[in-house]
Nanobody
Framework: QVQLVESGGGLVQAGGSLRLSCAAS????????MGWYRQSPGKQRELVAV???????NYADSVKGRFTISRDNAKGTVYLQMNSLKPEDTAVYYC??????????????WGKGTLVTVSS
């Protein structure tokens, strides 16, 4: 079955940078939109950034200008370059992707998340 595996999370000081990766694997026919969400304790999960299969991007206002989402369709991987990190960016970051498989018309898949902690 399809899996999304995030990597790249960790501890960084405010002002630092991290690059998150999410690799999709399985019997994939096509990957549509891919995105990054985040959730911190006591808060609801929020959209951070999304990128379409054609490369169009959209960002939450809170990260615009600091984060960059990109994808490598050949690798089935989406990235999130996070610069100028702030303590409020601390959260578990989840990868999301709409994936069509030989068995399904298409559905959303989620990674298990990777923790990003920004200290100050």
């Amino acid at each position: 079955q399809v899996q999304l595996v995030e990597s790249g999370g960790g501890l960084v000081q405010a002002g630092g940078s991290l690059r998150l990766s999410c690799a999709a694997s399985g019997s994939i026919v096509r990957i549509g939109n891919m995105g990054w969400y985040r959730q911190s304790p006591g808060k609801q999960r929020e959209l951070v950034a999304v990128i379409t299969s054609g490369g169009s991007t959209n960002y939450a206002d809170s990260v615009k200008g600091r984060f960059t989402i990109s994808r490598d369709n050949a690798k089935g991987t989406v990235y999130l370059q996070m610069n100028s990190l702030k303590p409020e960016d601390t959260a578990v970051y989840y990868c999301n992707a709409y994936i069509v498989t030989i068995q399904t018309y298409g559905m959303d898949y989620w990674g298990k998340g990777t923790l990003v902690t920004v200290s100050s």
